[in-house]
């Protein structure tokens, strides 16, 4: 039987946790006082949380314990990325049972650790309680650039792009319900890139006009920046970058995938035409290919069109759905 | 039927929680991005997160949804106090089922609202997700004073102090399981007060050389700071304030939630003796009474002593224990 939670003894596992994330760089006390202690920051801070529940966003058995806490990390920095700023410091707090492994445990602290050092910022304390249904809620303090950026903003006109390719993670989760074990679907679902490199260089270089980060399914956030912004979104089907993973499918299911899946965590932005020359010498600093995808026009929603201008019929289901189990 | 968050639809139930908590003072952008913007500050920062979890550290039959909404806050707060902080800016991330009353979410987050604001801090953002518990998660961004104060200083000839009065909460609690309905030790349980005027007096005076907030008991919150330390403490039993609420107890019933109760959000701080006429002389910027319970001495753990300095036997159950289910 593996050493369970409850076994192992909640302060000498927390012991063991704080070895594993020692203070350095901007955490000045890390875990293990009442509150962690951050240097200050001249920059404006940006705040975000974001939750993972077992059998809603994740199945255990689909990744493991270090990738789970990778994870975690990831979808929150990706928010900070569609803000255009850069991660600090992560708190990390774990709801799981007491039969809950105390090694995975470790491993999951292992990922988020892992994740925020990746990009230069840190574990800094967290939380652990007791309860029926394992979860894992990451907040991340980051710093702001100078201006940054939001969903309010874009304005008629703006050209929309994409970074990446999109589809693949919700092509991933689709094979990992059907028992499927790995492939390259599932290996970019299991590790979500937050695209920081390009949030900060557009922030920075003042190219978004409007930012976002594809957690939903590109229908439903590009239609949170219209929402936002009073404006209404044209997207060019077939201009939309489909994940390599992709090829193998029929066309019906490609769109789907790739206008509707969500996780890809890439980011949607809008770009004044004013500012396309800049975009294009400022490219080889995102760390990442963008795509021309549509613009921005009057009036609400996201319409589709296709190669020949004519409009598409939009999926009817439109993007992931938080209230829905997995 | 009450309405819920599956009936309430996803979106129009946030748009309608960002009404609840416009931006404003330090929040630059509130909720309805994908991270809050909050101003840059000089001081340094302290993170902290805390979890609620039902059926763990509350029922939903013992509060109103309000007043744990509160109580997240105030937990969380109580963290930045016992680091002499100020609470600037809080995240809370619900997860709660589908079945869940939208009404009752509403309130959790008027709770948190109202809990930030008393305090001079704004609830900033936030998550929802679906799972089969309920829980809530606060995370906590607050300014720390020039010298925050940790575990892990104090040192032997320190003078221990605790604020308010002790066991009233855990009263609260026994009585709330048996089914009680509301007396004053309830209502100290439903609602905690996080000591922030204390704690930043004491760090702003530089008057505490260690401090911890009471939320797992009396013996265990000591003992972490003695660990902490390398110090062993002196307690004396019958100098710990009681709760005037726990007037009609047997003595020794009085005792076990005195020394072992927990939740009561109270700080226990260590002072230098060179420092206790100042200590004497700040008592009234502090909000609420200090009283001297013991000394920092040479050893390990928590002794304690009557008030003829025999030791006196430590508790079997020494505090409160994270993995126990209520």
Same mark, same amino acid.
């Given at each position: 039987?593996?050493?369970?939670?409850?076994?192992?003894? #909640?302060?000498? =596992?927390?012991?063991?946790? @704080?070895?594993?994330?020692?203070?350095?760089? @901007?955490?000045l006390?890390?875990?293990?006082?009442?509150?962690?202690?951050?240097?200050?920051?001249?920059?404006?801070?940006?705040l975000?949380?974001?939750?993972?529940?077992?059998?809603?966003?994740?199945?255990?058995?689909?990744?493991?314990?270090?990738?789970?806490?990778?994870?975690?990390?990831?979808?929150?920095?990706?928010?900070?990325?569609?803000?255009?700023?850069?991660?600090?410091?992560?708190?990390?707090?774990?709801?799981?049972?007491?039969?809950?492994?105390?090694?995975?445990?470790?491993?999951?602290?292992?990922?988020?650790?892992?994740?925020?050092?990746?990009?230069?910022?840190?574990?800094?304390?967290?939380?652990?309680?007791?309860?029926?249904?394992?979860?894992?809620?990451?907040?991340?303090?980051?710093?702001?650039?100078?201006?940054?950026?939001?969903?309010?903003?874009?304005?008629?006109?703006?050209?929309?792009?994409?970074?990446?390719?999109?589809?693949?993670?919700?092509?991933?989760?689709?094979?990992?319900?059907?028992?499927?074990?790995?492939?390259?679907?599932?290996?970019?679902?299991?590790?979500?890139?937050?695209?920081?490199?390009?949030?900060?260089?557009?922030?920075?270089?003042?190219?978004?006009?409007?930012?976002?980060?594809l957690?939903?399914?590109?229908?439903?956030?590009?239609?949170?920046?219209?929402?936002?912004?009073?404006?209404?979104?044209?997207?060019h089907?077939?201009?939309?970058?489909?994940a390599?993973?992709?090829?193998?499918?029929?066309?019906?299911?490609?769109?789907t995938?790739? =206008?509707?899946?969500? #996780?890809?965590? #890439?980011?949607?932005?809008?770009?004044?035409?004013?500012?396309?020359?800049?975009?294009?010498?400022?490219?080889?600093?995102?760390?990442?290919?963008?795509?021309?995808?549509g #613009?921005?026009?009057?009036?609400?929603?996201?319409?589709?069109?296709?190669? @020949?201008?004519?409009?598409?019929?939009?999926?009817?289901?439109?993007?992931?759905?938080?209230?829905?189990?997995?």
């Amino acid at each position: 039987m593996a050493e369970s939670l409850a076994d192992r003894g #909640e302060r000498s =596992l927390l012991d063991e946790i @704080r070895r594993l994330v020692p203070s350095g760089g @901007r955490v000045l006390v890390g875990p293990g006082d009442d509150a962690a202690v951050v240097a200050s920051s001249r920059r404006p801070l940006l705040l975000t949380t974001d939750a993972l529940v077992d059998g809603v966003h994740f199945r255990r058995t689909w990744l493991s314990a270090r990738a789970l806490g990778r994870r975690a990390f990831a979808v929150n920095a990706s928010d900070i990325a569609a803000m255009g700023g850069r991660p600090v410091a992560a708190l990390l707090s774990v709801v799981a049972s007491s039969r809950f492994p105390a090694a995975e445990l470790r491993d999951i602290v292992r990922g988020v650790r892992d994740g925020a050092r990746a990009v230069g910022a840190a574990l800094a304390g967290g939380n652990l309680a007791h309860g029926r249904q394992l979860s894992l809620t990451v907040a991340l303090l980051g710093e702001a650039p100078a201006r940054s950026i939001g969903r309010q903003t874009a304005r008629v006109g703006d050209q929309l792009f994409v970074t990446g390719a999109l589809g693949a993670a919700a092509l991933g989760v689709r094979r990992l319900r059907r028992g499927g074990a790995s492939d390259s679907a599932i290996a970019r679902w299991r590790r979500p890139i937050a695209r920081l490199r390009a949030g900060e260089s557009l922030a920075r270089r003042e190219l978004a006009t409007a930012m976002i980060d594809l957690s939903d399914g590109l229908l439903v956030d590009c239609d949170r920046i219209c929402v936002a912004s009073g404006v209404a979104a044209r997207v060019h089907v077939d201009c939309v970058p489909r994940a390599r993973a992709l090829a193998g499918l029929g066309a019906a299911a490609r769109r789907t995938l790739v =206008l509707t899946g969500g #996780e890809d965590y #890439e980011l949607l932005f809008a770009v004044r035409t004013s500012r396309l020359d800049a975009l294009a010498r400022a490219r080889r600093t995102f760390g990442c290919p963008i795509t021309h995808i549509g #613009e921005i026009v009057r009036g609400r929603g996201v319409q589709l069109v296709d190669d @020949r201008g004519r409009i598409v019929p939009t999926p009817s289901r439109l993007g992931h759905l938080h209230f829905r189990t997995r």
